[in-house]
């Protein structure tokens, strides 16, 4: 058997996600669905024909290179968050990053297509990519064929951890109102993505007194737990 060689893709389009760093990304697509960003399409791609009769999809699949921790390679075995870190598993039974060909898809809403000075742009939704993904191909997502009612999803049957309550400061209430025209789902996008917990499993459970940051559009977000397990946003920095 002749092995196939390998392939060079260049990228048809870049994300630009509210993401601005790993830590606190939803682990899914769908998740947050206050998140929303843009995919602009490049060079040959950034066409009109391209996207004909694609706004008629709610959803699409997006692939894409896990570009932020493409080098820091892979392992056979992998230890999956929602076991809590403590087992691990076949690289190919997960959604790890970590991956041989570090290759991610997902499923978001598409929201809108606009044409703007010969710029073609999706408005997706629901999004679970760090800023500035390369995006290697775009697909529509066909529920008869893509969406299996009776699938068995392994360890992965449920959607990951409990929501915990996400509570502001008077600080943090001031800016998302300051800023209520340029980003109007600020506060649902930080409750969204902190109701997840994205603390590490195993500070979860411990008594957790560190403070967190996340980096969500140009605002630095401060939060901790506090002792009934409720998210405290304190602070809201634009950065
Ligand atoms: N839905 C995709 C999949 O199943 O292939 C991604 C799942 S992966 C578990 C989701 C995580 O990938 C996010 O929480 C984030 O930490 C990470 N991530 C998203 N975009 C990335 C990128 N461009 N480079 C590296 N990591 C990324």
Do not use: C
Request: net charge neutral; proline share 8%.
């Amino acid at each position: 058997m002749t092995e196939p060689s390998s392939f060079n893709f260049a990228p048809i389009g870049l994300v630009n996600s509210p993401y601005k760093e790993k830590f606190a990304i939803p682990r899914q697509p769908g998740l947050v669905s206050a998140a929303q960003g843009t995919i602009t399409l490049l060079n040959d791609a950034n066409h009109q024909d391209l996207v004909r009769g694609l706004a008629q999809f709610s959803h699409i699949w997006l692939i894409f290179v896990f570009h932020g921790t493409q080098t820091q390679g892979w392992k056979p075995l992998v230890r999956p968050p929602r076991l809590g870190g403590n087992k691990k598993m076949g690289v190919l039974a997960t959604r790890s990053t970590f991956r041989p060909n570090p290759i991610g898809m997902s499923v978001v809403a598409l929201n809108e297509i606009t044409v703007k000075q010969q710029q073609v742009i999706l408005h997706i939704s629901g999004l679970d990519l760090l800023d500035q993904t390369p995006i290697l191909d775009i697909k529509p997502y066909i529920p008869y064929s893509d969406a299996i009612s009776s699938a068995d999803a392994g360890f992965a049957h449920t959607a990951p951890t409990e929501l915990l309550n996400v509570r502001f400061s008077e600080q943090a209430q001031q800016v998302i109102e300051q800023q209520q025209s340029l980003y109007p789902q600020l506060e649902l996008l930080i409750s969204q993505v902190l109701a997840q917990d994205p603390r590490p499993a195993y500070k979860k459970q411990q008594i957790d007194s560190k403070v967190y940051g996340i980096a969500l559009y140009q605002f630095n977000i401060l939060w901790h737990v506090d002792s009934n397990n409720q998210i405290q946003v304190t602070d809201i920095i634009p950065i």
